[in-house]
């Protein structure tokens, strides 16, 4: 019964017994999407199938230089419009005004022409995709980690930050990631209200909080199989909030991908080795938790560059 | 998958991306579900692969290698999935039915209960080499190509699941066990 090759037999058959799915809806849901998302360019060829002619490289050549001076024209029209928002002479200290800025991310100055975000992205005020280096505008809905109905701040809030490199990117609304999973790795989060903290993640015991910057800084102190420092006095964008920052024991009795300690269906560390920090403000009378995880301490200047730069509309 | 197809959608042919996108969704979403043990969670990564796939497909140097660059990809938006999000899975226990139930189809029923709890408690790391090389048939040197590890990580990561699930499957032939489940 338990021989390597009768498990083996089992689990093939297990892993084939599951219903078949369709993929229908997705793929649909893929198709429509496909205008409205632009393909990365490289910047090397891709194989082609047939050699190119003469007259082709030539036309090549010809909508290069078109575009490039389209983009060209384009950047110094941004560029006078938006006073130099996403060129490197921004500072993080002087954040666009909302009222002149839709609230949209702001155009960036970045070479590369893969940063175009989809207008579902646009819509909700973040950008998805490779992020360009410099300043990047919010406007989005902050909610607890397990997700919108489990409660969201009653307003947006509109924010604008620093990114340091092109090493960022961003799936999903209110979410950054850089470097590369595991070894180096870390993504940042910017939620609303939490309101469970994991009392015993392994055993899944969690307990409900009052969503509160205290509140929810003292509950991140007693979660079973971590070590906290804090809470301790911060500012964020001039709000002054709480810190607390976790590491995660390295006997925890379940796997890291099983140790849900904000609440019962939210996130779990990264690693047994993340640093995770969880910095706590109110913001317009509701508690935003600017959360970051990192698995290599190479990432933390980048991190806390995003921290110190974000600012509030 | 056809070499010019995958060249015709590096350069922005959405019908040819269309025809790619249908051959493989199934395959991926059963690959996902497999990987997240969700539904809901799968489709989300299969949705977030095959955008990621077009968008990026330019940069796929060798068009030959779409396979397992594409896999790469949506293995990494499961890892996204899985460490975003976690639905409620049931807590399922084997009930006693009216029916008399032959030892075998007992014994088939408790193997897929105990499979499932086994696997759930693997991290996503070992549930995809498990997928990949049980589910896809791949072989462990491909598995290790699509995860960017070495093939010895893969072979351990598949020891290391195996041995768990075994596990998982001799802890159901206890007596007590077998009495709870069965009572």
């Known amino acids: 019964m338990s021989a390597d090759r009768d498990t083996t037999r089992i689990v093939r058959s297990w892993l084939r017994t599951d219903e078949h799915e369709s993929a229908d809806r997705v793929l649909d849901t893929v198709l429509a999407l496909l205008d409205a998302t632009p393909q990365r360019r490289s910047w090397w060829p891709a194989r082609r199938i047939v050699p190119m002619n003469a007259y082709a490289k030539l036309a090549i050549v010809i909508a290069v230089v078109a575009v490039v001076a389209v983009a060209g024209v384009s950047l110094f029209s941004a560029n006078n419009r938006l006073g130099g928002i996403g060129g490197p002479a921004a500072t993080p200290s002087t954040p666009p005004a909302s009222a002149t800025v839709a609230p949209t991310p702001l155009p960036t100055a970045s070479p590369t022409p893969s940063a175009a975000s989809s207008p579902a992205a646009a819509e909700s005020g973040w950008t998805t995709g490779p992020l360009a280096t410099g300043p990047h505008h919010a406007q989005i809905e902050l909610c607890d980690p397990r997700g919108p109905r489990f409660g969201c701040a009653p307003d947006k809030v509109a924010f604008s930050f620093d990114l340091p490199s092109d090493q960022w990117s961003s799936r999903y609304e209110g979410i950054l990631e850089v470097g590369t999973f595991p070894d180096s790795y870390a993504w940042m989060w910017f939620m609303g209200p939490v309101h469970t903290v994991g009392t015993d993640p392994c055993a899944g015991k969690a307990s409900s909080i009052t969503p509160t910057v205290d509140g929810l800084a003292q509950a991140l102190t007693t979660i079973n199989g971590t070590d906290a420092v804090g809470p301790t006095d911060i500012t964020v964008g001039g709000i002054p909030g709480k810190l607390v920052e976790l590491t995660i024991h390295d006997d925890i009795p379940c796997a890291i991908t099983d140790f849900y300690y904000l609440g019962d269906v939210s996130i779990h560390p990264n690693a047994i080795g993340s640093t995770i920090r969880l910095r706590i403000i109110d913001v317009n009378g509701s508690p935003m938790v600017v959360y970051s995880d990192q698995t290599n301490a190479e990432l933390e200047p980048q991190i806390e560059h995003v921290v110190d730069s974000i600012r509030f509309d | ?183």
Request: charge should be negative; glycine fraction near 4%.
């Open chain 2, 1 to 183: 998958m056809e070499s010019d197809l995958v060249v015709r959608a590096q350069h922005g042919d959405k019908g040819a991306y269309s025809l790619i996108a249908a051959d493989v969704a199934d395959r991926f979403l059963a690959v996902a579900r497999r990987i997240l043990r969700d539904l809901d969670l799968a489709e989300d990564a299969t949705q977030q692969a095959l955008l990621a796939i077009w968008q990026d497909l330019p940069r796929l140097r060798d068009p030959a290698r779409f396979e397992a660059w594409s896999y790469r990809i949506l293995v990494h938006a499961c890892y996204t999935e899985g460490r975003k999000h976690r639905t409620w899975a049931p807590n399922l226990r084997i009930l006693p039915s009216d029916e008399p139930v032959a030892d075998d189809e007992l014994r088939s029923v408790v193997d897929r209960d105990e499979l499932e709890r086994g696997f759930r408690r693997l991290s996503i790391d070992h549930r995809t080499v498990v997928v990949l090389h049980h589910f896809l048939d791949l072989p462990l040197d491909r598995v290790a190509e699509i995860l960017g590890v070495p093939t010895g990580t893969a072979h351990s990561r598949l020891h290391y699941a195996m041995r768990a699930l075994r596990a998982a499957l001799d802890a159901e032939t206890r007596p007590t066990t077998t009495r709870e489940v069965a009572q």
